[in-house]
């Protein structure tokens, strides 16, 4: 009883407000009810208050850690372990925030002589199979996470982790297993949600994908860690809304593909709002230019996005506060009205433009500039390192065989910095990527989309820049991986009819695949030579 709780606390400290085990408990019953930043108030004038007060700093890292503020949770676990050094618990909890920043060598160095001084500690055997889960070696993350249930069978983490684990290896079937049994066994409100959020992805992977959607929603939960807070005052559209005649508000969300990927049911919102009806769509500026020529029926403008006590807040600061606004929604809350089956999804070839006249200016270019050949757009990396992203992208090396086939024009599409690999498939591979010139590949969106929209092909791993290519009908081919929950339970790509998917046999096998990719490339090359 969280509230209760924090009545009594705040009652001890109308007594005495410098007792410091006052502000502690306040600071335990206010991250219970899910009130972080007054709980990390409460947690620091404990800190102030108590002489011995190692615990209070372990227990405001992981508050901290739990907020994303994993350097500050870092210097507050070592603290706890100085008075501590053996605490396998400090030990583990500094691993994790360690692990977070991407430092998977030194967790990996904390958490083994801890496993050694006590093996019997389930939660060093699930953070264990959590860093090795992040460096992508799924199968050894398993028997990790297999270990830490033998000991502790009730143990809803590292049963969530084993479903995820096993989702990436492609067993959707035993991951929602997991992810259920997990979500059976947690208290906190904010793991549950997190759990809930991992289960749509599963759901979406078995084909539930209606189900899959209303879980999507946990992400808007007031007590989802990492929910984006929207700052509007009218009603939030709901699945069965009437909207026709009516003026609806879509703010975009997630990150640049996914505010692409989601624009799929837009043409079909605009249909249900009948010509009475009035769109506005905000989405991330380099957008802006791109969804206004593809949707030039509606007003389309820039997201703001602000830090508000320590959470992220959104908003539409390019509307006037006059503006008539009856309904508005996060664009990925469309997906439970339009697309709630496979069948759902519409063969369109396209639904964004391209600037037809950059088009043309590209084509010229690649004509009179770039090798003979058809012109192929590569794409092997992500600019996103939160995540373990890097987990979903083959080693630039593995592009060797694509790289090797003759008759074709590689092009430069990837965005930031990617010099050290244009300068290894010169040198390792004797391939010249041809960069095509004047043209910031992260910034110039717009012009990104017409440089596409040129190619004869884009080939790549999901980014935001295979989202606009596909979004705007180019051919492509998507190498996509194991328990990939847009394939929708399919092995084809629903969002985009023309996009063909590369699949490896299993998570990091990335030889097969490139092995086939080449191969199709290679037919595309003779089949243009033939004309």
Same mark, same amino acid.
């Not at 969280?2 to 502690?24: I, M, P, T, V």
């Not at 606004?325 to 396209?350: C, H, K, M, N, Q």
């Given at each position: 009883?969280?509230?209760?709780?924090?009545?009594?606390?705040?009652?001890?400290?109308?007594?005495?407000?410098?007792?410091?085990?006052?502000?502690?408990?306040?600071?335990?019953?206010?991250?219970?009810?899910?009130?972080?930043?007054?709980?990390?108030?409460?947690?620091?004038?404990?800190?102030?208050?108590?002489?011995?007060?190692?615990?209070?700093?372990?227990?405001?890292?992981?508050?901290?850690?739990?907020?994303?503020?994993?350097?500050?949770?870092?210097?507050?676990?070592?603290?706890?372990?100085?008075?501590?050094?053996?605490?396998?618990?400090?030990?583990?909890?500094?691993?994790?925030?360690?692990?977070?920043?991407?430092?998977?060598?030194?967790?990996?160095?904390?958490?083994?002589?801890?496993?050694?001084?006590?093996?019997?500690?389930?939660?060093?055997?699930?953070?264990?199979?959590?860093?090795?889960?992040?460096?992508?070696?799924?199968?050894?993350?398993?028997?990790?996470?297999?270990?830490?249930?033998?000991?502790?069978?009730?143990?809803?983490?590292?049963?969530?982790?084993?479903?995820?684990?096993?989702?990436?290896?492609?067993?959707? =079937? !035993?991951?929602?297993?997991?992810?259920?049994?997990?979500?059976?066994?947690?208290?906190?409100?904010?793991?549950?949600?997190?759990?809930?959020?991992?289960?749509?992805?599963?759901?979406?992977?078995?084909?539930?994908?209606?189900?899959?959607? =209303?879980?999507?929603?946990?992400?808007?939960?007031?007590?989802?860690?990492?929910?984006?807070?929207?700052?509007? =005052?009218?009603?939030?559209?709901?699945?069965?809304?009437?909207?026709?005649?009516?003026?609806?508000?879509?703010?975009?969300?997630?990150?640049?593909?996914?505010?692409?990927?989601?624009?799929?049911?837009?043409?079909?919102?605009?249909?249900?709002?009948?010509?009475?009806?009035?769109?506005?769509?905000?989405?991330?500026?380099?957008?802006?230019?791109?969804?206004?020529?593809?949707?030039?029926?509606?007003?389309?403008?820039?997201?703001?996005?602000?830090?508000?006590?320590?959470?992220?807040?959104?908003?539409?600061?390019?509307?006037?506060?006059?503006?008539?606004?009856?309904?508005?929604?996060?664009?990925?809350?469309?997906?439970?009205?339009?697309?709630?089956?496979?069948?759902?999804?519409?063969?369109?070839?396209?639904?964004?433009?391209? =600037?037809?006249?950059?088009?043309?200016?590209?084509?010229?270019?690649?004509?009179?500039? *770039?090798?003979?050949?058809?012109?192929?757009?590569?794409?092997?990396?992500?600019?996103?390192?939160?995540?373990?992203?890097?987990?979903?992208?083959?080693?630039?090396?593995?592009?060797?065989?694509?790289?090797?086939?003759? !008759?074709?024009?590689?092009?430069?599409?990837?965005?930031?910095?990617?010099?050290?690999?244009?300068?290894?498939?010169?040198?390792?591979? !004797?391939?010249?990527?041809?960069?095509?010139?004047?043209?910031?590949?992260?910034?110039?969106?717009?012009?990104?989309?017409?440089?596409?929209?040129?190619?004869?092909?884009?080939?790549?791993?999901?980014?935001?820049?295979?989202?606009?290519?596909?979004?705007? !009908?180019?051919?492509?081919?998507?190498?996509?991986?194991?328990?990939?929950?847009?394939?929708?339970?399919?092995?084809?790509?629903?969002?985009?009819?023309?996009?063909?998917?590369?699949?490896?046999?299993?998570?990091?096998?990335?030889?097969?695949?490139?092995?086939?990719? *080449?191969?199709?490339?290679?037919?595309?090359?003779?089949?243009?030579?033939?004309?």
């Amino acid at each position: 009883d969280h509230q209760s709780a924090c009545e009594w606390a705040l009652k001890a400290l109308e007594q005495d407000e410098r007792n410091g085990f006052g502000w502690y408990v306040l600071a335990i019953a206010l991250e219970r009810a899910g009130d972080f930043p007054s709980s990390i108030a409460a947690y620091e004038s404990a800190l102030k208050l108590l002489p011995d007060h190692a615990d209070v700093a372990n227990d405001l890292g992981r508050l901290a850690f739990r907020l994303g503020m994993t350097p500050q949770a870092e210097s507050l676990f070592r603290h706890f372990l100085v008075r501590y050094p053996d605490h396998p618990e400090g030990a583990n909890n500094l691993a994790c925030a360690i692990r977070d920043q991407g430092r998977h060598g030194e967790a990996i160095e904390i958490l083994r002589p801890a496993i050694v001084k006590s093996p019997e500690i389930a939660m060093l055997w699930n953070t264990m199979g959590t860093v090795v889960s992040d460096q992508g070696d799924f199968v050894n993350a398993l028997i990790f996470f297999q270990e830490a249930l033998r000991l502790d069978p009730a143990f809803p983490k590292a049963r969530y982790n084993l479903g995820n684990a096993k989702l990436l290896l492609g067993d959707a =079937d !035993g991951a929602i297993v997991d992810c259920e049994a997990a979500m059976q066994g947690v208290l906190a409100e904010d793991e549950r949600q997190m759990m809930r959020l991992a289960r749509s992805t599963i759901l979406m992977a078995l084909g539930r994908i209606g189900e899959g959607w =209303d879980d999507y929603e946990a992400r808007l939960h007031p007590q989802f860690n990492e929910r984006t807070q929207f700052l509007f =005052d009218q009603p939030r559209w709901e699945p069965g809304s009437d909207i026709e005649g009516k003026t609806l508000l879509v703010v975009g969300e997630q990150g640049l593909g996914d505010e692409i990927l989601f624009a799929n049911t837009l043409p079909d919102v605009i249909e249900r709002l009948g010509p009475k009806g009035r769109l506005i769509v905000a989405v991330e500026s380099r957008l802006v230019p791109m969804f206004q020529r593809a949707f030039p029926q509606a007003q389309v403008g820039p997201h703001g996005t602000y830090i508000l006590g320590g959470k992220l807040a959104r908003g539409a600061p390019f509307l006037d506060e006059s503006a008539r606004v009856d309904l508005w929604t996060p664009i990925g809350s469309l997906l439970r009205e339009f697309r709630r089956s496979v069948e759902a999804y519409p063969a369109r070839a396209a639904f964004m433009a391209a =600037d037809p006249e950059r088009v043309a200016y590209w084509r010229e270019v690649l004509q009179a500039e *770039a090798p003979k050949g058809p012109k192929v757009g590569l794409l092997w990396k992500s600019a996103v390192s939160r995540d373990s992203r890097h987990r979903y992208f083959s080693p630039f090396a593995a592009w060797e065989p694509v790289l090797a086939q003759q !008759g074709v024009t590689f092009v430069n599409l990837q965005y930031g910095d990617c010099g050290e690999e244009l300068a290894a498939a010169r040198r390792d591979f !004797g391939v010249d990527i041809w960069s095509p010139p004047g043209i910031d590949l992260k910034q110039d969106l717009d012009d990104v989309a017409a440089l596409c929209c040129a190619m004869d092909l884009v080939v790549g791993f999901s980014n935001a820049t295979l989202n606009i290519a596909a979004a705007c !009908g180019v051919p492509n081919y998507l190498i996509s991986t194991p328990g990939a929950w847009p394939r929708l339970g399919t092995t084809a790509y629903p969002w985009y009819p023309q996009t063909r998917v590369f699949l490896p046999p299993a998570f990091g096998q990335w030889e097969p695949v490139m092995a086939e990719v *080449a191969e199709a490339l290679g037919a595309l090359a003779k089949v243009a030579e033939r004309e």
